[in-house]
């Protein structure tokens, strides 16, 4: 099972200021299948990032993802007021069976 | 739009089981997968499985093997989780999620059924 890591914890930060969020795998993510998810208190996970880099339908530009093999990394450009949640990244198998896990978390807040 | 309706929450007793419910609309049922995640209170997400609403399919996570079912009733689009032999520690809020058509994460979500494990 491939383990992720999400570095920091927690990042405090001001709107308006840039967030850098670090995603480390145990091994290699095959064909970059990470996706990054958006979760607000009392709400579901709403996807941000497929495929390492890849925005998914209606998400803003100022999220980006990058990132290959064992270190990927999601930025948020300028951070808005609706931006500050908990920030989950997944691995996903190549193939139908393949296994999928999630990171711990980041936690981004206001400073 | 895509909507993912999921039945309300449940409060079992240890050892009973739970059927959690998740209507698919906005798009066909039979094209695309539902996985579901979990998340116990104050944790992170934690993936179950999925099934194919095209074949039926499975693919479960080894810890639930043996406890968890996945079906579908493709006249209704309606998916369901089954867990079985519940436990304390599965309390949580059970997500369905749409799997995408190109890797196994969700592009939609359901809003999350609490189920509640208490004697």
């Known amino acids: 099972e491939i383990v992720l890591t999400q570095s920091p914890g927690t990042l405090s930060l001001s709107p308006g200021e840039r967030a850098t969020l670090s995603c480390r795998a145990s091994?290699?993510?095959?064909?970059?299948?990470l996706a990054w998810y958006q979760q607000k208190p009392g709400q579901a996970p709403r996807l941000l990032i497929y495929g390492a880099s890849s925005r998914a339908t209606g998400i803003p530009d100022r999220f980006s993802g990058s990132g290959s093999g064992t270190d990927f990394t999601l930025t948020i450009s300028r951070l808005e007021p609706e931006d500050f949640a908990v920030y989950y990244c997944q691995q996903y198998g190549s193939s139908p069976r393949g296994g999928v896990t999630f990171g711990p978390g980041t936690k981004v807040d206001i400073k | 739009q895509v909507q993912l309706v999921q039945s309300g929450a449940e409060v079992k007793k240890p050892g009973a089981s739970v059927k959690v419910s998740c209507k698919a609309s906005g798009y066909t049922f039979t094209s695309y997968g539902i996985s579901w995640v979990r998340q116990a209170p104050g944790q992170g997400l934690e993936w179950m499985g999925w099934?194919?609403?095209?074949?039926?399919?499975?693919n479960y996570a080894q810890k639930l093997q043996g406890r968890v079912t996945m079906t579908t009733d493709t006249s209704t689009s309606t998916a369901y989780m089954e867990l079985r032999s519940l436990r304390s520690d599965d309390t949580a809020v059970y997500y369905c999620?749409?799997?995408?058509?190109?890797?196994?994460?969700?592009?939609?979500w359901g809003q999350g059924t609490l189920v509640t494990v208490s004697s």
């Open positions: 091994q290699s993510v095959s064909s970059s299948y």
């Open positions: 999620a749409r799997r995408s058509f190109y890797g196994d994460y969700g592009d939609y």
């Open positions: 099934i194919s609403a095209y074949n039926g399919n499975t």
